[in-house]
């Protein structure tokens, strides 16, 4: 039997990840295929750096945890690139600014985060969904 935590428990657990990582952090995305864990050096080319909103994630609640707020930002990245993956960053304003404490793949109509095409310089790239779910119900 697999083990099984209750509803408040995961929630808390979800909840910590702002606590523990700032309110404030980066989204950036790069193309490519993300590093093999967070520790690792950046790899791909970065294409949009999005400057999260303070409170990035909403109140975790039946053990999810969806975005909160406008991830909207003008990429960055030069010729109409593929998105690949993403990483996020610790607080500026708390921390370093430099850690990635979290990372997961996308691409067009697949991955952690979907696109709907590539990703250009000068356009504007807007995540408009992106939930963590706890294991363990």
């Given at each position: 039997?697999?083990?099984?935590?209750?509803?408040?428990?995961?929630?808390?657990?979800?909840?910590?990840?702002?606590?523990?990582n700032g309110a404030s952090c980066a989204l950036r995305i790069y193309?490519?295929?993300?590093?093999?864990?967070?520790?690792?050096?950046?790899?791909?080319?970065?294409?949009?750096?999005?400057?999260?909103?303070?409170?990035?994630?909403?109140?975790?609640?039946?053990?999810?945890?969806?975005?909160?707020?406008?991830?909207?930002?003008?990429?960055?990245?030069?010729?109409?690139?593929?998105?690949?993956?993403?990483?996020?960053?610790?607080?500026?304003?708390?921390?370093?600014?430099?850690?990635?404490?979290?990372?997961g793949s996308c691409g067009i109509g697949s991955g952690d985060i979907?696109?709907?095409?590539?990703?250009?310089?000068?356009?504007?790239?807007?995540?408009?969904?992106?939930?963590?779910?706890?294991?363990?119900?």
């Open positions: 039997m697999a083990i099984q935590e209750n509803v408040l428990t995961r929630n808390s657990r979800l909840n910590q990840i702002e606590v523990l193309t490519g295929a993300q590093p093999a864990d967070c520790s690792q050096a950046n790899s791909g080319t970065l294409l949009a750096t999005i400057l999260l909103p303070a409170d990035w994630m909403g109140d975790a609640a039946a053990g999810a945890k969806a975005l909160a707020g406008v991830w909207s930002v003008a990429a960055s990245g030069g010729a109409a690139a593929t998105p690949g993956h993403f990483r996020l960053y610790n607080s500026q304003a708390t921390m370093d600014g430099t850690t990635c404490f979290m990372q979907s696109f709907n095409g590539t990703i250009t310089s000068g356009q504007t790239v807007t995540i408009s969904a992106f939930t963590l779910n706890e294991a363990n119900a």
